[in-house]
């Protein structure tokens, strides 16, 4: 049974390009939830998709946008870049009714120069 | 005010230590509470779920107290495989679906 699977594992962007991030959910999971977590501090909820929606989003900018497609996996899109930007995203996947028991990936480290 | 706060670390201990870590959540309508394992450049794991009655699982005991919204980590004798950061997360469960607030961490080493 495959856990929660991210790509790419390391990007290099320059500042003011667009991103995109991928991920899986675990087998069986409907719901995504992404998180940035810069260095030394603990991830931060940027938004988590149910039902192809935006259910929540954190305090985010618009930049920052998602998807998620049928077969639930999902993708986050980052646009015009700043170095602020560069950070570890994580993906982790839930049941909707279970949604606190979140699994995570092994997340896309970002770096924007 | 963060919604999460934790101890600041780090905590440099000999290996057999207790060492014990604290957190306050803000939101006191939060409705789950968990503590996560982070190692360093990988993902955070779940270590365990808090609950008012405490609750223990092995070396580690974690405390609930919804009164003072305070979480407690408790580790005893600590191995070298301790050592990482301690991650104190609470779910506000806002709007019907439910999200992870994490405080910052607090980082671990446990020496020979």
């Known amino acids: 049974d495959a856990g929660v699977t991210q790509s790419p594992t390391h990007l290099i962007k320059t500042r003011g390009q667009q991103v995109t991030l991928r991920c899986s959910p675990k087998?069986?999971?409907?719901?995504v939830s992404w998180y940035q977590q810069a260095l030394g501090q603990g991830p931060q909820f940027i938004f988590q998709y149910y039902e192809e929606e935006e259910r929540q989003r954190g305090n985010f900018p618009d930049r920052f946008s998602g998807h998620q497609f049928p077969n639930y996996s999902s993708e986050l899109n980052v646009n015009a870049l700043l170095l602020g930007d560069s950070a570890l995203y994580l993906c982790a996947s839930s049941l909707r009714d279970l949604g606190y028991e979140q699994y995570f990936g092994p997340g896309t480290r970002l770096t924007v120069t | 005010r963060k919604e999460v706060e934790q101890d600041p670390g780090p905590f440099n201990v000999p290996e057999g230590a207790t060492v014990a870590f604290n957190c306050t959540y803000s939101n006191s309508a939060s409705q789950s509470f968990f503590w996560y394992r982070q190692d360093c450049r990988k993902e955070p794991k779940l270590l365990m779920s808090v609950y008012s009655s405490g609750n223990e699982d092995g070396r580690f005991t974690a405390q609930l107290n919804r009164a003072s919204q305070y979480i407690s980590l408790l580790i005893r004798d600590s191995k070298l495989s301790d050592s990482a950061t301690y991650l104190c997360v609470v779910n506000p469960f806002s709007g019907g679906y439910n999200k992870l607030i994490f405080g910052a961490g607090t980082r671990l080493a446990v020496h020979p």
């Open positions: 087998s069986g999971h409907d719901t």
